[in-house]
């Protein structure tokens, strides 16, 4: 009993840190299935919504603002494809790849400049902000909710891929961008509704993520980005369930590193885990065998 | 072709929105170095007409964003209300106008020195700053280079200082503050134990937990030392271990970004030992990080409010009257001691600069050496090695979780 008293928290911050990753890495997940494009902006979005949501409440009650906040998230995704991806369709994938690092830059430094760099304060959601203790264990409501949430979510989404006209339609593109265009698939209507998805799921990580750490700065995205892209590669870049599994593999590892009191490596630690994965697997753990299309 | 330039245009439409949406709330930061400007203007105005064009520049080196953003702004606070109160100078018999330069060094040691350099091209007498000792070791050798004197404020590790002549020190060092923090820790929680928290890199933070777990283990105590890194933001796992391993204080010197991320997650977790930091900890991003929640908060810093009444009334005063100033502070007229540091960094340079009989960096960093002043801190005078305030007693404080505000708790020295 004392020794799950001790070391359940570990494994609690692990799974909801998971959770909050695994939502972030179905946004590069999904991007990169269709797009082949890493979307590097995706961590400075999650950001954009810490930040929204904290100007929000200020001026509206908490049940106005989280809707709000998603909606306005989600816009943004949206025109972020529009403006800086869509012209550069047919340019060659490295000018995208480029176009996505200097959106990343944009968010961050226009996030500096509201802010004035100082980091801002995440409102308190009511009842998710909640202390409960388990096993004689205590943290935040949030801990426990964001792996049932995540779960949810996921499943909700792989039925609307599996068995919806537009998730069709986005598995055919993710198969041969090309051909599908040649079948009738309206591809830019599909690829916006893909950049929906991932930053409606990236706004929702950001309402978890937030409310158990609660400053948001301007390079608040970053780390939490960077560690759901090696989720979703270490899942195998363009599989769901694998971008899911991979977020919590990291989240759970890195805590248990923390917990052995090995705080110094437990970055390292990621990305070591990275590299070794993709010297013995390089398409990630559920990732397509690469087919070269000649 | 006409796609492309509906794009141009788009993309050109949405920069352009988010500047001017921007605009309300945005000028924190930029407005910092113009306010100054047009104080130095206004200034220029009310000076003696006959030759009102002579002005000498000061220096402020500073982090106006980034980790220790929050309190650079407040320490540039106290250098412009300084300013606002004594805009002139007499040097070598002649008034002069003082204008600030600020500078923002992000926090970051590697943009430091070319914030550094801005000011030594803007040809500043001498410098004053910075909040964080590792920018100000970062930008040492730019000002030593330029041989511009460099007050250090704030920065209390003690390489900043060592074995060089041109940065001086107002503020008490790391190894008195560690000593002052064990002893507190040693006699008022009869603590055995301490879980030592720092950030890997961070000049400031590793030099404070070696110093106090150096006094700490020398009064016959253990320490558990644990560190994070760059960018981490999630401390669940180290309050579990402190809580693990049975220590009876939670020491952790680090900025007050992370600081309130561990508050908050030591209050959901039930950290019921103190938690202590030094100077930096002085802060309302900790009194509102805190408030409500039930967590021991324990500083040890340079000023208590109360301790001059002028200063305090007349600094309120200037933050109320003014919302660029209020947002700077955090938005409430809590004063913080590094605001009351910046304004006895201001008076001190300009001493030095009366004594110089002249605005050459030179002369300054001559003079600085024999300068003695008393401000709203205690007195100022400067070592003869490295150039260090000679301070003596340090406060102690209290968060208090109720009101938001600090409690007084002891003023403490070392013996």
Redesign the interface.
Known sequence: MDWITKNLPYLMAGVSVGGQYALIAIGYTMVYGILRLINFAHGDIFMVAGLIMVYATTAMPIYIAIPLMIVVTVFLGFMVERVAYKPLRSAPRMSIMISAIGVSYLLQNMALYVTGGLSQQYPTIPWISDTVTIFGATTKRVTLITPVLTIVLVVALVLLIKKTKIGMAMRAASRDFETSQLMGIKINSVISMTFIIGTFLAAVGSLLFFTNYTGVTPTAGAMPGLKAFVAAVFGGIGSIPGAVIGAFIIGICENIIKGLGWTTFSDAFTFALLIVILIAKPTGLFGEKATDKV | MK??VL?MA??AA??GT?LTG?GG??G???NTGSDAGSAGTEADASAPAADGAKVVKIGVYEP???DN??GG?QEVLGMQYANEETPTVEIGGEEYTVQLEIV?N?SSNDKGPSAASSLVSAGVSVVLGSYGSGVSIAASDVFKEAGIPAIGVTCTNPQVTEGNTHYFRICFLDPFQGTVLANFANANFSAKKAYILTK?GDDYSTGLGYYFKEAFTGLGGEVIE????E???????????AK?EGAEVFFAPVS??AA??II??A????LTIPMMAGDTWDSN?IL??AKGKDVQIYVTTFYQEGGNADFDNGFKGYINSNPTAT??N?GDDTISAVSAMGYDAYYVALEALKAAGSTDPAAVNEALWKVNYTGVSGSITFDEVNGDAMRDTAYVKCANTESGEWDFVAEQGVN
């Open positions: 796609k492309r794009a788009l993309v949405m920069a988010m921007c709330n945005g924190n930061s930029s106006a964003s980034g953003g929050a702004k923002d992000e890997l644990e560190t994070f890194q960018g981490n933001s999630d401390f669940t796992s180290y309050v579990t271990k693990n007050t970004e309130a991320l908050e997650q209050a959901a977790q039930g991003v509102n990080a947002a700077n955090g």
